[in-house]
Structure formats: structure tokens, C-alpha cells
């Protein structure tokens, strides 16, 4: 099939770990490889951030990556975003109906690319399917006032659940939240993100680390709600072993991240900055060695819509301590492949981290379920192909998507 992904602020080429590039790039670029390699015809749509970005880049993976010009080409924060989506997708119908190229279905990733793709979707006769990756009533709860998502976010979203032709869920969690805010469970297909199992996997390459102690690494872009302070307070109550922090800025982490300022300063006060490192971001490719490194992987954040981490982990044959959150409630079984514990908890965590530290047999038993439960429900390829027959879908149906305001 002729596949349009649309993704506005997450390009599957950008470097990862800053404050808005994270999992959505990840999972737009392993999703469109997959498709690229099960024969389909894929072009992802993100918006040009940069002056000297060409129009088309082809993909070292098969696909293209298409540069929208909307807005001005240079990084701009994806909540300031909303302004630039009718220009996003004017330029998608102007391509699409002058050129020799029109998608079969688009997919979109993001409320954002949801505006643009149900418009240009509605202009051109293509269906729209929708994965959220985020949702702005989990937003809202969590972080209250410190939320600074466009006001109209949730009504757009919800909106866009009635109007699309299939909603793409990631996991239970979100099918909750979204039939609470109104969107037709008939409406929706889970399936859930992948991990990929030739660079994730238990042998490989392995970042150096100091003999005699025990490593728990955390992974993620620095920010608040992905639980890094709760880490740190529990390296407190966990003597010994150090904490490796990966995400953030590529370079000048200290100089120009005021979070990882604010890590620094609670590893001091809390006598653990000489055993929590701060590496900064990791390029894609490199990730597998930091994971191989360490005894476990913890993932503690307030909330997450998926979370790719604890699953590239559990690839890689490394056990799991993680917040029974969202996305992670599916992939990691308490129990099994690794530890829940509440969020915002550090004694729970310290408690959790400890008992898997003290036991070897219990961390090489997490680890075989781990690594085996990742290979055999989560591939790309089986996302690719779930994903494949809800395009065939759609497409089939062909019905007419309604208007949002
Ligand atoms: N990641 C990376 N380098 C970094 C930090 C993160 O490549 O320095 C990747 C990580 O391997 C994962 C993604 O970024 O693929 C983060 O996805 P996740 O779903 O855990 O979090 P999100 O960013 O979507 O909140």
C-alpha cells in the first residue's frame, strides 16, 4: 500500500533524548522501516525544522522522509505548533492532488498531525487512521498548571477519536482513557509499539563499567514526569550501586539543561552524586551497549502512554523495576519479567531495586521471560502487519470522515 505517515514535530531522523524527541520518532521510523520491508510504499511527513533540510530524504530503511514546509525552518517547541498544522496540511493536499504520489491511507502520529491529516484526508478521499502517542487528559492531570499544551487540545482530541477511521491504541490504559472521554471503543485497534530485536538484543556490544558494582540504568528525556528524582532519592537507600541517567542534550548537559542541573543538585543533598552519572543523549544506535550494561533497567516515571524503554530493555535480557503506569502495565509482568511499584515512591522502588540486586536467580529468571516476551509479542514486524490489515481496512471502507471545528 501507498502509506503516509504523518508525524509534525517527531522526525524519524532526529537525534534523540532532548525535550521533545523521544519514543514517537523511535516508533515512526522502526514502524515505516517495517512497513518499507513487508513490501509497503511509505512516505513520513514532518515539518521542516532546519533551513538546509532537502524536501525528500530517502531513509537508509526504504522509506522517505518528506520535509512540509510549515512555519518557520527552524525548531520550534511542538506546543507553540498548533498555528503552523493549516499550513501542514495545505501543503499535503497542493502534493497530493499535483503530484504523481497520493497515500492510500495516512496514518497519523500526534493530535497535532491528526488536524492535518483529517483535513487533507477529508480534501483528498484518503482515510485517516490515528495514534495519539500522548493524550492531553493525562497531560492535564499530572502536571496541572505546569501543562502547557494549547488550551483546545483535549476537545481536539477527542474530536478527532469521533472523526477519524480507526483509532490506533498502544495499550489498555489508553483505551480507558479515551472511551472516558468519549471515543467509541468500536472506533479503536490496540497495537501496541514494537522493539527492535536485531539492535536490542542480550549480545552484543557493552558500555564499559566498574567491576564489583551493581549498575541500574534509567533512560529517558529529561523531564519531569519521567520520574528521575524518585531515582535519585532511592539511590539513597540502595548502598553500593550506581545510576546511570541516559537522555537529554547531546553535549553541554550541565551547561544547558536546567533539569539535569536541578539531578545534580538532588544527588548531592541526598550523598548519591558519586554514584548517579548523567551520560546525556545516546544516539539511537548506541543504546543496546547502555542497556547490556546494567543489572537493571529502571523506568519510574508519574505516567507513560507506552514506553519504549522498559521494552528495549526486556529485548536485551535485562530486568525491569517500573512504575505500574500506563503502557508499562502491559509490557512488563509484575512478577515475571521484572518489578511494578507505585510512582513517586522512592522506598518502594529502593525496596524493589534491592531485593532484584540481592537475587541473582530471581533477576536471571526476570531476564529469560523478559527477553522471550519481547521477541514473541513485540516485534515491528507483527506491529507492521497488525498495522497493515487496519490500513486494508480502512481503505476498504472508505468512509467520509467528519468535520472538526
Ligand atoms: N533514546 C535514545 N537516546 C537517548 C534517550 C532515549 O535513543 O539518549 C530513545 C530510547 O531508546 C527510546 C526513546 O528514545 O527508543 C524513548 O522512548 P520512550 O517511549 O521510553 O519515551 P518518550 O520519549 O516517548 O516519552
Same mark, same amino acid.
Given at each position: 500500500m501507498r502509506i503516509a505517515m504523518i508525524s509534525e514535530h517527531a522526525s524519524p531522523l532526529a537525534i534523540l533524548g532532548g525535550e521533545d524527541a523521544g519514543g514517537q520518532n523511535t516508533h515512526v521510523a522502526e514502524l515505516s522501516a517495517a512497513l518499507a520491508a513487508a513490501g509497503h510504499d511509505v512516505r513520513v511527513y514532518t515539518r521542516r525544522d532546519a533551513l538546509d533540510l532537502p524536501v525528500t530524504v530517502r531513509a537508509p530503511d526504504g522509506y522517505d522522509v518528506v520535509h512540509v514546509p510549515a512555519g518557520p525552518a527552524e525548531p520550534v517547541a511542538k506546543d507553540a505548533?498548533?498555528?503552523?498544522?493549516?499550513?501542514?496540511?495545505?501543503?499535503?493536499? *497542493?502534493?497530493?492532488?499535483?503530484?504523481?504520489?497520493?497515500?492510500?491511507?495516512?496514518?497519523a502520529h500526534f493530535w497535532m498531525s491528526g488536524l492535518a491529516a483529517l483535513t487533507a484526508g477529508r480534501q483528498t478521499g484518503v482515510p485517516v487512521v490515528q495514534t495519539y502517542h500522548a493524550l492531553g487528559t493525562v497531560k492535564r492531570r499530572y502536571q496541572g498548571v505546569q501543562d502547557t499544551s494549547p488550551a483546545r487540545r483535549i476537545s481536539y482530541e477527542r474530536e478527532l477519536g469521533r472523526s477519524v477511521d480507526r483509532v490506533v491504541a498502544q495499550c489498555r490504559d489508553e483505551v480507558g482513557e479515551l472511551v472516558r472521554m468519549g471515543v467509541p471503543r468500536s472506533r479503536m485497534t490496540v497495537v501496541p509499539s514494537g522493539v527492535n530485536l536485531a539492535s536490542f538484543a542480550p549480545l552484543g556490544p557493552v558500555a564499559d563499567r566498574e567491576p564489583g558494582r551493581a549498575r541500574i540504568l534509567t533512560v529517558g528525556r529529561l523531564v519531569e514526569r519521567k520520574g528521575f528524582q524518585t531515582v535519585v532519592r532511592a539511590m539513597a537507600l540502595v548502598p553500593d550501586a550506581e545510576c546511570v541517567v541516559v537522555g537529554g542534550p547531546p553535549e553541554g548537559l550541565l551547561e544547558t539543561d536546567p533539569y539535569a542541573r536541578r539531578l545534580r543538585a538532588?544527588?548531592?543533598?541526598?550523598?548519591?552524586?558519586?554514584?548517579?552519572?548523567?551520560?546525556?543523549?545516546?544516539?539511537?544506535? *548506541?543504546?543496546?551497549?547502555?542497556?547490556?550494561?546494567?543489572?537493571?533497567? &529502571?523506568?519510574?516515571?508519574?505516567?507513560?502512554?507506552?514506553?519504549?524503554?522498559?521494552? *528495549?530493555?526486556?529485548?536485551?535480557?535485562?530486568? &525491569?523495576?517500573?512504575?505500574a503506569v500506563g503502557g508499562i502495565r502491559d509490557t512488563v509482568v509484575d512478577g515475571t519479567t521484572g518489578d511494578l511499584v507505585p510512582a513517586r515512591d522512592p522506598q518502594a522502588l529502593a525496596t524493589a531495586i534491592q531485593r532484584l540486586l540481592d537475587d541473582r536467580i530471581r533477576r536471571f529468571r526476570y531476564a529469560t521471560a523478559a527477553r522471550e516476551r519481547a521477541r514473541s509479542r513485540y516485534s515491528w514486524a507483527v506491529a507492521a502487519e497488525r498495522l497493515a490489515e487496519v490500513y486494508g481496512e480502512v481503505a476498504a471502507v472508505r468512509r467520509p470522515t467528519r468535520v472538526v471545528a
Open positions: 505548533l498548533l498555528p503552523h498544522m493549516r499550513e501542514f496540511s495545505r501543503w499535503l493536499v *497542493e502534493r497530493w492532488r499535483g503530484g504523481d504520489w497520493t497515500p492510500e491511507v495516512i496514518h538532588l544527588a548531592e543533598s541526598c550523598g548519591v552524586a558519586d554514584r548517579v552519572h548523567l551520560v546525556g543523549a545516546v544516539p539511537r544506535e *548506541e543504546m543496546g551497549r547502555w542497556y547490556r550494561s546494567a543489572d537493571l533497567l &529502571v523506568a519510574a516515571p508519574w505516567y507513560e502512554p507506552f514506553g519504549l524503554t522498559p521494552l *528495549e530493555a526486556m529485548a536485551c535480557g535485562v530486568p &525491569v523495576v517500573g512504575t
